[in-house]
């Protein structure tokens, strides 16, 4: 099995929950007490929520792209970036390295296609929602993707001042399960959760749609590529 190198601690919940998926992924596949070779960099998230909220998008990039190069120096043969939002530096990242890099939105999109779905709620941060990098890469497989026409601010607001800081509310749950709900009624047929801490809130249980959980997704992509 191939090292995997993974850019985290954006933020570090559901960075912990790659590593729980990612080695409970290995030891499935593997078995007996087979888990992951794996180098992370954990990253400080405070500085880089800054810069995506003054679009400092290449400065954050460059930051990223020397942690990448600096996985790859210490061994790492396949590359995750343990966030959807920051994929909108993925091209300045896989510039600067010659390992595989695992996008997001690439196993999400297959697995998706792969149960027939074509029209897809998305849900995350604004600037996943909003920015085009994320909805590009769907439509480039196949997906039409649709956003929330409101309470998009609150959607971005519950992320990062209670997901992030590891509150879950039920208030706020409530509160997804309603755009998931007018999501559906615009045609959605499942609910992409494009950001990797909605994962802590909503699941198949309370969604309205089938769910496809992008953190979960990805873990396991990052480990079948590490396998191959």
Request: glycine share 8%; aromatic share 6%.
């Amino acid at each position: 099995m191939r090292t995997i190198g993974l850019i985290g601690g954006m933020s570090w919940e559901s960075t912990a929950h790659y590593y729980r998926v990612i080695n409970g992924e290995t030891a499935r596949i593997r078995g007996g007490l087979h888990s992951a070779p794996l180098i992370m960099h954990s990253v400080d998230f405070a500085p880089i929520a800054e810069l995506q909220r003054t679009g400092q998008w290449d400065a954050a990039g460059a930051e990223l792209t020397t942690i990448a190069r600096r996985l790859q120096d210490a061994g790492a043969q396949v590359l995750g970036l343990a966030t959807n939002t920051m994929h909108i530096v993925a091209d300045q990242i896989t510039a600067a390295i010659d390992i595989p890099f695992i996008h997001i939105a690439d196993p999400t999109s297959d697995a998706l296609l792969a149960d027939g779905f074509r029209n897809v709620g998305l849900l995350g941060t604004n600037f996943t929602m909003e920015k085009s990098f994320y909805r590009d890469r769907l439509a480039a497989s196949g997906l039409q993707s649709i956003i929330p026409e409101v309470d998009r601010t609150n959607l971005h607001g519950i992320i990062f001042e209670e997901l992030c800081r590891g509150i879950i509310r039920d208030e706020s749950r409530r509160t997804y399960i309603t755009a998931i709900e007018r999501l559906a009624q615009r045609g959605a047929e499942a609910v992409i959760l494009g950001c990797t801490e909605i994962t802590m809130l909503i699941d198949d249980s309370v969604s309205p749609l089938p769910v496809y959980d992008t953190t979960d997704l990805h873990a396991k992509a990052l480990v079948k590529a590490a396998l191959a």
